[in-house]
T-cell receptor
Framework: DQQVKQNSPSLSVQEGRISILNCDYTNSMFDYFLWYKKYPAEGPTFLISISSIKDKNEDGRFTVFLNKSAKHLSLHIVPSQPGDSAVYFCAASENTGFQKLVFGTGTRLLVSP | NAGVTQTPKFQVLKTGQSMTLQCAQDMNHEYMSWYRQDPGMGLRLIHYSVGAGITDQGEVPNGYNVSRSTTEDFPLRLLSAAPSQTSVYFC?????????????FGPGTRLTVT
């Protein structure tokens, strides 16, 4: 069973517009959520995170929103840039001491000029 | 700092062969882990270590062994390769920040088992 789901395999956006990537989870024990960005032939790189005590975290052009009641989080990128084109993974963990991440399947974002 | 390095980048094995995927980090991070990524799936945790001499199983540990004799190195051993182990393998190291654990990933090893 997929505990972390990214139901959109791909998303296309024009440069300068907002990109919204969505993620749903089923495990109510998850209390720490992260977004990673991955370019081809590279490892994932950390983008932004949020703990369950917050509903929003912002870092420059990237904002993550968490809706605990709906078990849903989203990543907003404003404004989108062509360099943002990559695969974005949502990940979650329980607060069990070591961060054992559970990843979603990823959303491929294409930002066109 | 080189960060997290993985060797080899590519490897082809025959069924039943054994090999070791190397992972090293120079950031003095306590925590290290191995993930595999299969097409259409997210990364899945194989094994992890919370310090030298301490390892534990993740979500998909079968067919893999690990050891952690130093802080820097965390090799992953395939004892008898199977086609189901064809995947891209990522090693990560992490440390605890006030906001939570921050994980740094290596570039990956693409393994094909025929």
């Amino acid at each position: 069973d997929q505990q972390v789901k990214q139901n959109s395999p791909s998303l296309s956006v024009q440069e300068g517009r907002i990109s919204i990537l969505n993620c749903d989870y089923t495990n109510s024990m998850f209390d720490y959520f992260l977004w990673y960005k991955k370019y081809p032939a590279e490892g994932p790189t950390f983008l932004i995170s949020i703990s369950s005590i917050k509903d929003k975290n912002e870092d420059g052009r990237f904002t993550v929103f968490l809706n605990k009641s709906a078990k849903h989080l989203s990543l907003h990128i404003v404004p989108s840039q062509p360099g943002d084109s990559a695969v974005y993974f949502c990940a979650a963990s329980e607060n069990t001491g070591f961060q054992k991440l559970v990843f979603g399947t990823g959303t491929r974002l294409l930002v066109s000029p | 700092n080189a960060g997290v390095t993985q060797t080899p980048k590519f490897q082809v094995l025959k069924t039943g062969q054994s090999m070791t995927l190397q992972c090293a980090q120079d950031m003095n991070h306590e925590y290290m882990s191995w993930y595999r990524q299969d097409p259409g799936m997210g990364l899945r945790l194989i094994h992890y270590s919370v310090g030298a001499g301490i390892t534990d199983q993740g979500e998909v540990p079968n067919g893999y062994n690990v050891s952690r004799s130093t802080t820097e190195d965390f090799p992953l051993r395939l004892l008898s390769a199977a086609p189901s182990q064809t995947s891209v393998y990522f090693c990560a190291s992490s440390y605890l920040t006030p906001g939570g654990y921050e994980q740094y990933f290596g570039p990956g090893t693409r393994l094909t088992v025929t």
